[in-house]
């Protein structure tokens, strides 16, 4: 089975930047779409970004577009989520996915079919 893996979060300040990494092992990670959602207590899981199989499509939510980077290395079975100017309310557990049978990087979690365990993101203001 695909398993990911998620590492990069703790704590941060607001304004500080951060990079969040997940590591596939298993499966055909290059033919997968990839995607980051996020999840904060008392709320639903929030789509984050996405990125096609070979990296030229990319996918944001609207409330990070311009301080967040989605990016991926095949070539190393990693997804990478670089996010910037943080702010209290990024505050939540990331998860990465992946999508077996998405040409687009969609931001419905139902699409994908593998997760990660989370890494948790804290910051403070």
């Known amino acids: 089975q695909v398993q990911l893996v998620e590492s990069g979060g703790g704590l941060v300040q607001a304004g500080d930047s951060l990079r969040l990494s997940c590591a596939a092992s298993g499966g055909f990670f290059s033919t997968y779409a990839m995607g980051w959602f996020r999840q904060a207590p008392g709320k639903e899981r929030q789509f984050v970004a996405a990125?096609?199989?070979?990296?030229?499509?990319?996918n944001y939510a609207d409330s990070l577009k311009g301080r967040s980077t989605i990016s991926r290395d095949n070539a190393k079975n990693t997804v990478y989520l670089q996010m910037n100017s943080l702010k209290p309310d990024d505050t939540a557990i990331y998860y990465c996915?992946?999508?077996?049978?998405?040409?687009?990087?969609?931001?419905?979690?139902?699409?994908?079919?593998?997760w990660g365990q989370g890494t948790q993101l804290t910051v403070s203001s």
């Open positions: 990125i096609n199989r070979n990296g030229d499509t990319t």
């Open positions: 996915a992946a999508a077996r049978s998405l040409l687009y990087p969609r931001g419905s979690y139902a699409h994908y079919d593998y």
